[in-house]
C-alpha cells in the first residue's frame, strides 16, 4: 500500500524525473526540451508557494501532485486551488494511490481555504484517461486547454 506525504526537497530529484517522462509522454515534447535542472527549480517554486503530495511505494516514490492555490482572475476574492502537475508511474496507474494522492490533495485545498478545485486532464494520443474518474470524484468540464505552437 502506497504512503501518501508531503514531499521535501529530497524528493524533488525523482519527481523532476517523473516530469522528463510526463513531457515525453504528451504533446509538450514537440514544444519543450525542459532539463531535470529547470523542472526541479519550477517544482522548488511550487514548494515554497504551495504544495507538493507524493505516493512512496515499496521505499519509492512512484507519483506526485503538484498544486497551488491563488485567487481566481474573474474574482479575486474566491480562491482556487491549481493543479500543477499529477503523475504516477506507469506501471502504478491502475492501483489506488493516484485516487488517494487526489483526496490528499482536496483536503489540502479545503483546509487552506479554496473556494474549489481546478484540475486538468491530460490527452495521450487522443485519449483523456482522467477524464472519466474525475467527474465520478464530483467533478464537471468548465474549461479545456488547447496548445499552438507560435515560436
Not at 503530495?53 to 503538484?66: H, K, L, N, Q, W
Amino acid at each position: 500500500m502506497a504512503t501518501i506525504r508531503r514531499a521535501t526537497e529530497d524528493d524533488l530529484p525523482t519527481i523532476a524525473q517523473m516530469g522528463t517522462k510526463f513531457i515525453k509522454y504528451t504533446e509538450y515534447r514537440n514544444v519543450v526540451s525542459a532539463s531535470v535542472d529547470e523542472i526541479t527549480k519550477s517544482l522548488e517554486k511550487v514548494l515554497e508557494v504551495g504544495a507538493i503530495f507524493v505516493a512512496e511505494i515499496d521505499g519509492a516514490v512512484r507519483g506526485f501532485i503538484a498544486a497551488m492555490i491563488h485567487p481566481a482572475w474573474f474574482a479575486p476574492s474566491v480562491s482556487i486551488a491549481l493543479e500543477m502537475a499529477w503523475w504516477m508511474d506507469e506501471d502504478y496507474r491502475n492501483g489506488t494511490a493516484g485516487i488517494r494522492l487526489l483526496q490528499t490533495y482536496e483536503r489540502w485545498a479545503k483546509e487552506s481555504g479554496a473556494s474549489f478545485i481546478c484540475m486538468s486532464d491530460l490527452v495521450i494520443n487522443g485519449e483523456a484517461p482522467i477524464a472519466a474518474i474525475l467527474p465520478r470524484m464530483g467533478y464537471r468540464i468548465t474549461e479545456r486547454t488547447h496548445m499552438k505552437e507560435i515560436a
